[in-house]
C-alpha cells in the first residue's frame, strides 16, 4: 500500500483480494458518491460478498481490502492506513484473528483521533479464536 503522501506499508499476502480503491477514474482518488466507508477483512470472498451487498442496494464504499492470513499487512495496518484518509468516517472490519492486539489498538485509536468510527467484527468460536 502506497498513499500519495508517499506512505507505505506492503503487501497484503497470501490469500487476500488485495486493497481496491472503488473508482480511481474520478477527480482525485475517490469516488464522489461513494459512501466514507472502508471495508476490511481477512476474508478476500467476504469483501466481495461486503461489496456486492452494498451495490446492490444501489450504493459504493470508497475502499475494500482483504489481508488474507495476515502475514504481509494485518489488519491493524489498513486501518492505520485509513485513518488520516479525510473524506472516511467508518472502518470496518472483519476480523478472524488479532495477532498483534497493541498494533490494533493503536491504529483504532490513531482512526478514533482522526474522527473515525471503527467497527470490528470479531469472529472465531475455537479456544484460540476467542483468546485473540
Known sequence: MIRTDGAARGNP???????????????????????????????????????????????????LASCGSQIGCRISDFIDYLAVEPELKVILCYIEAIPDAEAFLEAARRARQNGKTVVAVKLGSSEPARAS
Open 13 to 63: 499476502g497470501p490469500a487476500s483480494c488485495g486493497a481496491v480503491l472503488i473508482d480511481a477514474d474520478g477527480p482525485g482518488p475517490y469516488d464522489p458518491d461513494a459512501l466514507p466507508v472502508a471495508v476490511v477483512a481477512q476474508s478476500g470472498a467476504l469483501c466481495a460478498t461486503i461489496n456486492r451487498a452494498i451495490n446492490d442496494i444501489g450504493l459504493k464504499i470508497a475502499y
